[in-house]
């Protein structure tokens, strides 16, 4: 019976000395909660697994509860159809905010902005002009042959 009546004594003057340290560093009657217990935490949706579209943070209520709360997914900057970089100048959103954006923010003023990337883009007019000149020049060369076989036929 004296033992049992000893150890109580001894824990309750090991509970009085934590308090004690805690009020002499000042952190007050929060910190002894913290100290002796956590605040469990539940979800706030019925979602149950820790799945990506289940993210959240620990927030604290001006009540002074802990509560969860949900975060959306990360948004990614559409790339380049062609060489696959990341499009500079534009934000990053989901499909459905980027529903909800101004055009602005989800294309450059260029013809294929938001599309492809500027070294694309001008690798692609350089083309277009380039095959374009080829058929001039073979158009040139072909009525040139005509000329000289007609010259030849009037001889
Ligand atoms: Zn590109």
Same mark, same amino acid.
């Given at each position: 019976?004296?033992?049992?009546?000893?150890?109580?004594?001894?824990?309750?003057?090991?509970?009085?000395?934590?308090?004690?340290?805690?009020?002499?560093?000042?952190?007050?009657?929060?910190?002894?909660?913290?100290?002796?217990?956590?605040?469990?935490?539940?979800?706030?949706?019925?979602?149950?697994?820790?799945?990506?579209?289940?993210?959240?943070?620990?927030?604290?209520?001006?009540?002074?509860?802990?509560?969860?709360?949900?975060? #959306?997914?990360?948004? +990614? &900057?559409? %790339?380049?159809?062609?060489?696959?970089? $990341?499009?500079?100048?534009?934000? /990053?959103?989901?499909?459905?905010?980027?529903?909800?954006?101004?055009?602005?923010?989800?294309?450059?003023?260029?013809?294929?902005?938001?599309?492809?990337?500027?070294?694309?883009?001008?690798?692609?007019?350089?083309?277009?002009?380039?095959?374009?000149?080829? #058929?001039?020049?073979? +158009? &040139?060369? %072909?009525?040139?042959?005509?000329?000289? $076989?007609?010259?030849?036929?009037? /001889?």
């Amino acid at each position: 019976m004296t033992s049992t009546t000893t150890r109580m004594t001894h824990v309750i003057s090991d509970c009085c000395a934590i308090l004690a340290k805690i009020f002499r560093e000042g952190r007050g009657y929060e910190a002894i909660q913290t100290a002796t217990m956590v605040q469990r935490l539940t979800f706030r949706r019925r979602l149950s697994y820790n799945t990506k579209s289940n993210r959240r943070t620990v927030v604290k209520t001006p009540g002074g509860r802990l509560v969860y709360h949900y975060l #959306k997914k990360a948004g +990614k &900057v559409p %790339r380049c159809g062609h060489c696959k970089i $990341k499009l500079p100048g534009i934000e /990053k959103a989901r499909s459905i905010e980027r529903s909800r954006m101004s055009r602005r923010r989800k294309m450059v003023k260029r013809s294929y902005g938001g599309v492809l990337c500027h070294k694309c883009v001008k690798e692609k007019i350089v083309r277009a002009f380039l095959i374009e000149e080829q #058929k001039i020049v073979q +158009k &040139v060369i %072909r009525a040139q042959a005509a000329a000289a $076989k007609g010259k030849k036929n009037k /001889k």
